[in-house]
Each structure stands twice: as C-alpha cells, then as structure tokens.
C-alpha cells in the first residue's frame, strides 16, 4: 500500500496555544518550531502508476521534537472505509488486482463496498470531485482517527487533527485526470518537487477538535469510529500551527523510499485512543517497515529523532551506525544506564468499557454523514458526484448495482435516485432498505 508518493522536508511552527491541553514541549508556547518531513503518496497503486488515479491520498507527517519524533499517518479524507482491523486486508484484497486476471476489478471493490455499509461515507468522498485532488499541494490531511492529548494535572483530551490547505481545495475531474495520466504518470511528484525548487512553498494550517475524556461516553456519535466525524458544530476546530515544506530530498530512495512513518511515535503528553484501527496500525506500521526496510529502519537519516535517542534497542542486520557503543541496554542496572521516568507516565484511561465497545456491524448508523456530505455538495459537486459513481459501477453485475444504490438512497434520496437513473435502476428497487 501507499506504494506512490512524493516527500519534501519543511517546519512546523506553533501559532495556537494548546499548553493546556498536553505537556509535549512543542506546544508549551505559540512561536515553537521543528523541522518535519512529509509525505503524499496514492494508496492502491504500484510504483510506477499514475498519480492522477481516484484514490484516497495519504498524508504521512514526521515531526523531528526536541522531545523524539511525532508522526502521524493521516490521509486526505477524514474517515476511511472500515472501523474494524479485521476487515481492513479484505478490503484492500479488494482493491486490488483480481488474483485471476491480475487486473483491477471494479466488481470486486463494489461487491466488498455494496456489503460494507460502513464504507458508504469514505465511498462518497473518494466519488466526489475531492476524490481527484489537483496537486499535493491542493489537498487537506486528516488524522482521520482519534488520538489523545494529556496534559501535568493528568487530564486527557481526544483529539482529531485536521491539515488545511492554504493553496485552496482544487481537483481534476475524471477526464482531466486521464489526459493528465497519459502523458505524465509523475505529475504529482512532480508538481511538489517543482513547487519547492521554485520557492513556493506549499503551507497548510493545522487545526484540532477537542473532546474532554469524559464526554466520550456521552456523545451521540461512537468517538473512535473511523467512518465518523465530529460535526464542526459540536467540536469547533481550533487553530494550533503552520506546516510549512521548503526543502526537496536530495535522494529520493534514501529519504522518500526509505521514510518509515509509525503512528506509535509520539512525544510525552501525546497518545493513541480505543479507535480500533488505530490500534492495529500501531502495531502494522513498524511491523512492514521491519519486513520492508530492515530491522534498524529508524536509525535512518530520515527517521531518525534530531534530538539524542536512547535506545536499548541493538543489533540486527544492516547495524550501519555505531551501535551505541558499550552503552547499558537494560534496565534496573548499577551502571549509570538507563532509568524509568514516572514523570512521562501516561494518565490511565478513565472511560469506562462502554465508550471502548465496538461492534462492528450492530447498532451502527452508517447513512446520515454520508447524507450530510452530499447535502453540503453545491450542484455541480453533486453531478460530479453522481456521474462518477455511475461511471464506476456501469459494468458491475445489476445485483451489486441495486444493493449499492439502496446505501445511497438512505443517505439522502436525491442521491441515490440520480445513480439510480443514471445506471437505470428501477426506483422501486432502490428504496427498499439498505440492510
Ligand atoms: P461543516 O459544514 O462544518 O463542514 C465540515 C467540513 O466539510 C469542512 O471542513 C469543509 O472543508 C468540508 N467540505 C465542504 N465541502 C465539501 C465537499 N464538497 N467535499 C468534502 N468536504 C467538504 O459540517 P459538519 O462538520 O457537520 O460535517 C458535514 C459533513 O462534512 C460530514 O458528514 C463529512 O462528510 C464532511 N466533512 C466533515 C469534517 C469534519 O471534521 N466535521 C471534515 C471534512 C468533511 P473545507 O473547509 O476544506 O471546504
């Protein structure tokens, strides 16, 4: 996955005051800065594919802290297509290429989505005009899950995180995305490494929403499900900082290729949630970069903290560093080596079992946001909207067509009759129940 992309190095500076709601240094006062890496990559497509594909876009932050690094593995929409980790490598199978054929299979993606009500709101965005993002430069990046803020008095926040463009949202339509396709498969890479040679440095606004720990059990919405967000409404973004990227890779395979991101780096006063698929990304992330890099991935230039690291890690092939000399590598030891630090213990979850539930197909609501997200559509969205979809799911058999529709009829009418008539799809058919 992820297997296309672009990186660029930049700063991060912080222009909001969020010291009260984390104890990570970076953000004890408006002014602070570090360097950081990001990187933009497609999601399906090979090495060599085009960058103009519809696809989800990931958007992968490393934060070089005086503290150790932060990372966080966003992508450019702010849900995805499954809450439950155990669903997430089916759905990739089926996006991928057909085992038999080796060809990409739009009946496989809409069987898997036209069964997975849960995918509906993410379907929705990738068929939308945002589905296509116009450069890298010209899309937003979400956390998409919850992660958690802690700050000294103990007190834990949930946290969404939120990239905003400052270049505008633009985007191709399908066409123009092929015509671009055929004649540069690299646009976006290059597009990005044209920008940063030029000056003009690409700059997003970073934002947050905040939830106090206890409402979690509360809220109307499940807080750490993926295919949800939170209303603007009930969690108004706050401003927090100023991504800034000014500086290309001087090797693309030593710093872009070699990047390895992992949702589990994080400074003190920084954490994860129950969100169920950050959960296992916690621990696939390092898992392939140890299968695709090698053991000693994060002593790579580009991984590696810009502050000291003190690892017990040691060894393993491709030790290319000095292997921390004759450093003590365990602790308790009598040898000035390594010690605990209660001081950086993180706050013990105060929500009780019901907030950390999860089921994954029972008792979910998976059609209102997804409504939403149209209704907020202006026409010309719409069209594109529906032309897109209609385009998709031309040549999928009549079954998947209809069962598909339905999901889109319960999210708003208006929307799953204009597939409808644009596939040919009896109304009746379609405005039976979806489930
Ligand atoms: P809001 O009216 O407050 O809109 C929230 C966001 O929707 C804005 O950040 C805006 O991003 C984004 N948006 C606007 N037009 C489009 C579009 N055509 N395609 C995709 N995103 C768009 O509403 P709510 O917070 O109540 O959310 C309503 C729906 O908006 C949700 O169901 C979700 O699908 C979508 N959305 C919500 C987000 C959230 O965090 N609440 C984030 C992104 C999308 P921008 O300022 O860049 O235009």
Known sequence: MHAKGAGAYGTFTVTGDISKYTRTQLFSKVGNSCEMFARFSTVAGEMGSADTARDPRGFALKFYTDEGNWDMVG???????????????????????????????????WD??????????????????????????????YSSHTYSLWNNEGERYWIKWHIKTLQGIQTLTNGEAADIAGGDLDYHRRDLHTAIELGEFPRWQVQIQIMPEHEAESYHIHPFDLTKVWPHDDYPPIEVGIIELNRNPKNYFAEVEQAAFEPGNMPPGMS?????MLQARLLSYPDAHRYRIGINYAALDVNKPRCPVNTSHRDGQTRFDGNADGAVNYEPNSFGGPEESPGVKEPPLKISGDADRYSHRDGNEDYSQAGALYRLMNDDQKAQLIG?????????????????????YQADPAYGEGV????????????????
């Open 75 to 109: 992508n450019n929409t702010p849900v995805f297509f499954v809450r439950d980790p155990l669903k997430f490598s089916d759905f990739i199978h089926s996006q991928k290429r057909d085992p038999a054929t080796g060809l990409r299979d739009n009946t496989m993606q």
């Open 112 to 141: 898997f989505w036209s069964l997975s009500p849960e995918s509906l709101h993410q379907v929705t965005t990738l068929f939308s005009d945002r589905g296509i993002p116009a450069s890298y430069r010209h899309m937003n990046g």
């Open 272 to 276: 994860a949630s129950p969100d169920k």
């Open 388 to 408: 897109n979809l209609v385009g998709a799911l031309q040549e999928v058999p009549h079954v998947i067509q209809v069962r598909q529709t339905r999901y889109f």
């Open 420 to 435: 409808a008539e644009g596939l040919g799809l009896k109304l009746d058919d379609i405005r039976q129940s979806g489930d």
